[in-house]
């Protein structure tokens, strides 16, 4: 079993940054196989949608709503992912998860609210 814990969510005015982190912990052999951490959000009344994804091989992938806004990045250890997220707008506001795969299993955090107000 694999736990996803997010943090650093929180209310911020449009235009302004923010830094989400989210890191793995339990099963060692599950972690080690992660081929992929990413990040999902939610917004009201909305789908859960992708906002950007890093595989341990290939190619970065961002929602086209957050290219050159948002970046994620990964820990050395490969057990933690972060998204620098910049330049916040109000359509940024939702619930963000992270996400993990390994060995074709999902694994979720519980979220972390993003808010961001006009």
């Known amino acids: 079993q694999v736990q996803l814990v997010e943090s650093g969510g929180g209310l911020v005015q449009v235009g302004g940054s923010l830094r989400l982190s989210c890191a793995a912990s339990?099963?060692?052999?599950?972690?080690?196989?992660?081929?992929?951490m990413g990040w999902y959000r939610r917004a009201p009344g909305k789908e859960r949608e992708l906002v950007a994804t890093?595989?341990?091989?290939?190619?970065?992938k961002y929602a086209d709503s957050v290219k050159g806004r948002f970046t994620i990045s990964r820990g050395n250890a490969g057990n933690t992912v972060y998204l620098q997220m910049n330049s916040l707008k109000p359509e940024d506001t939702a619930i963000y998860y992270c996400?993990?795969?390994?060995?074709?299993?999902?694994?979720w955090g519980q979220g972390t609210q993003v808010t961001v107000s006009s």
């Open positions: 996400n993990a795969v390994s060995r074709g299993a999902d694994y």
């Open positions: 339990g099963s060692i052999f599950s972690i080690f196989s992660f081929s992929a």
């Open positions: 890093m595989p341990s091989s290939g190619n970065t």
